[in-house]
């Protein structure tokens, strides 16, 4: 017979699961949905939402009170022993000698780089940086003696990642179809970035450790040309590079989550990133921001693969990936101050056992890391404003926009700030993108992708001290200070993208939590249904977002704003209909210019000429003693003027050109008969 007090406490126990945990789950649940609920409505800033989003993370802590949460944080283990043979310097001579050819290699390039431009370009040097970095990392390599046998995988060792593969492979799909007509318009900063990567072929910009457009650093646009020249000057030539980046992006945050927590949620991670319309978008566009996300990602992935196995080819390999980042967008810079803040907590964390044991792998770190952005480091001090322009531009203290902002305004500078950091925080639940980058007015998440956020974000930030989630919490809050709070009309969707990784993993996160309290209620064991289930309701967000984007989004044609509607149009039209020997007038200014990326770029850089000034009598002089095939267009709010072009060119056909909108007119065509 049971004694009365385990009587007691089984019926304390039965109360908690059937009772006080549903109820607490429901409550933290009602919460977060009621917070995202007031700021879809209201677009903005919440005080009710706020306090809302703040109550139910700790009521869901304490529905989980006492309920194991290892499963759903149960990383890969930190092994007691190294994986691989461990590097000495000292000992191995070898690889003092192959660091010091990185150095003698690195010196070289550097001076090299100093020097005038020589006649055929600084390309060749590209040679010498690889085999510096080559050098390097071979310098923490194993000896050749370990290494193992390569033999091909079995079926049942490949299995486990045929999801993965499958997943991919989806991924890529979505990415690629109908590359050129979603989104339909060519932005222009797209146009752009593809005339430098045009300049690239033809030799114009011959040294990939500069900055070209806007600052943007031209190993970008070498990136980039190889597609142009296998494509062509077309949508595909210009977007694909940038899709098969976003496609890699999927397999290396799995991988990036598998480590840091389990292989259950890193499936459920990537199935929703796989089709987040944002991730989607951005993947789908000739520019180079979605490589942020690929760089921060495989940066910590091999961080903490090097801390868990002490294994510093590892370490090594991740302060190239830092050093890769400094030769594309600027906001990959991240990863600096990333592997800065997780190197501080396992200091903090493991103190002088961290020296001890991941040397090598600190020292690998942070050699790799040095030799692969030498050129870039050497280029910010030789043109400081120039490495850092697009920074000078958009910071709200560089480009002196805070103290206009004071004086527009009428308000403190730390109540401006203020409104920048609830902007930027909301980027996901309430505030919507205010460029032509993606324009759409919804926020990024809906009712349950938010709600669930805010509880798996909230549980991360509670928990910050545990090193793998740390990693997760620094990316998104690093990236939302750093590429929102401190730049210029915050969120700019096109600096944030690398936060989606990390937000759709706090998404995920927050159902494994919900889910994991529904589990304890009803007495089941967390087993293979948990899982399918977390991967069946992120199966069904991501179909939903792809839906979002390809039916709800795609044909409003927002993303490129009205100018790249007509650029993209015009660039059709001038080369489908315009004969190549034909000069194009066009009276755009001062809204457009011939010049605009997307007409030059899609055109093959066609003749182009502005009437810059309005028309005002019938044309003479040099335009009107043009002996070549001329075509006028004018945009609407220039159709007027056609009266003063008539008379010298008489007997001409006059097309309207529709809105694919609206059919309202986009621009005039005039073609005299010459």
Not at 102 to 125: E, F, M, Q
Not at 128 to 147: D, H
Not at 267 to 287: A, W
């Amino acid at each position: 017979m049971p004694s009365p007090s385990n009587v007691a406490s089984g019926a304390k126990s039965s109360y908690r699961e059937t009772v006080l945990i549903p109820v607490l789950l429901l409550a933290a649940f009602g919460l977060a949905l009621f917070a995202q609920m007031r700021w879809l409505s209201l677009r903005a800033f919440d005080g009710w939402a706020l306090a809302s989003a703040l109550l139910a993370v700790p009521i869901l802590m304490l529905a989980l009170r006492g309920v194991s949460r290892e499963m759903l944080l149960r990383p890969a283990p930190r092994e007691t022993q190294p994986s691989v043979p461990a590097v000495t310097l000292t000992d191995e001579r070898w690889r003092i000698g192959l660091l010091m050819a990185a150095v003698v290699a690195t010196l070289i390039l550097l001076a090299g780089l100093a020097l005038p431009s020589p006649a055929s370009g600084y390309n060749w040097y590209a040679l010498l940086w690889i085999l510096a970095i080559g050098c390097s990392l071979a310098a923490f390599a194993p000896a050749p003696s370990t290494w193992p046998r390569l033999r091909w995988p079995t079926l049942a060792k490949a299995q486990p990642w045929m999801p993965l593969a499958g997943l991919t492979l989806v991924a890529l799909v979505l990415r690629v179809w109908q590359l050129d007509a979603m989104p339909a318009t060519l932005g222009g900063d797209e146009g752009s970035q593809g005339l430098e990567a045009m300049k690239v072929l033809r030799g114009e910009i011959n040294n990939p450790f500069s900055t070209g457009w806007l600052g943007v650093p031209t190993m970008s646009f070498y990136f980039n040309a190889p597609t142009i020249a296998l494509f062509g000057h077309t949508f595909v030539g210009l977007r694909l590079p940038w899709a098969l980046i976003g496609t890699l992006t999927i397999p290396v945050t799995y991988l990036l989550v598998a480590r840091l927590t389990n292989p259950g949620l890193a499936l459920g991670t990537v199935i929703l990133l796989t089709g987040f319309h944002y991730h989607l978008h951005f993947s789908r566009l000739g520019s180079n921001q979605i490589a942020d996300g690929l760089f921060v990602a495989l940066m910590l992935l091999l961080l903490y693969r090097g801390y868990d196995r002490r294994d510093p080819l590892a370490w090594g390999l991740s302060g190239m990936v830092i050093g890769l980042a400094h030769f594309f967008y600027a906001g990959a810079r991240l990863t600096v101050v990333l592997a800065i803040a997780v190197l501080l907590l396992l200091l903090i964390r493991d103190g002088k056992q961290l020296w001890r044991e991941q040397q090598s792998g600190i020292v690998a770190l942070l050699s790799v890391g040095l030799v692969t952005a030498a050129p870039m480091i050497q280029y910010a001090f030789r043109f400081p404003d120039d490495f850092n322009a697009r920074i000078n531009a958009v910071g709200v203290f560089q480009s002196g926009w805070l103290e206009r902002e004071q004086v527009i305004l009428g308000q403190s500078a730390l109540e401006i700030m203020t409104t920048q950091f609830w902007k930027a925080i909301l980027l996901y639940n309430a505030i919507s993108d205010p460029t032509f980058w993606y324009g759409t007015h919804d926020p990024l998440f809906g009712l349950v992708e938010g709600a669930f956020f805010i509880l798996g974000l909230g549980y991360a930030i509670l928990h910050l001290g545990n090193r793998r989630l740390f990693p997760l919490v620094a990316w998104w809050g690093g990236a939302v200070i750093i590429g929102g709070v401190l730049t210029e009309n915050p969120p700019s969707l096109q600096r944030l993208i690398t936060t989606a990784q990390p937000a759709v993993f706090f998404v995920i996160l927050g159902l494994a939590l919900f889910l994991r309290g529904v589990w304890a209620a009803i007495a089941v064991q967390v087993g293979r249904s948990f899982w399918l289930t977390i991967g069946t309701i992120a199966l069904v967000l991501s179909l939903l977002s792809v839906r979002y984007y390809v039916v709800d989004y795609t044909p409003r044609r927002i993303y490129g704003h009205t100018n790249s509607l007509v650029a993209t149009s015009m660039a059709g039209y001038v080369l489908e209909r315009v004969d190549p020997e034909a000069l194009v007038v066009f009276l755009g200014a001062p809204r457009m210019y011939y010049g605009f990326g997307t007409i030059l770029y899609l055109t093959g850089e066609s003749r182009g000429l502005d009437v810059t000034e309005p028309l005002t009598a019938p044309i003479g002089g040099e335009l009107a003693n043009l002996g070549e095939p001329l075509v006028f267009i004018l945009l609407p709010e220039r159709r007027d003027e056609l009266a003063f072009i008539t008379p010298r060119f008489p007997d001409g056909t006059l097309e309207v050109v529709p809105s694919p909108l609206d059919d309202e007119p986009l621009f005039f065509v005039y073609r005299p008969d010459m």
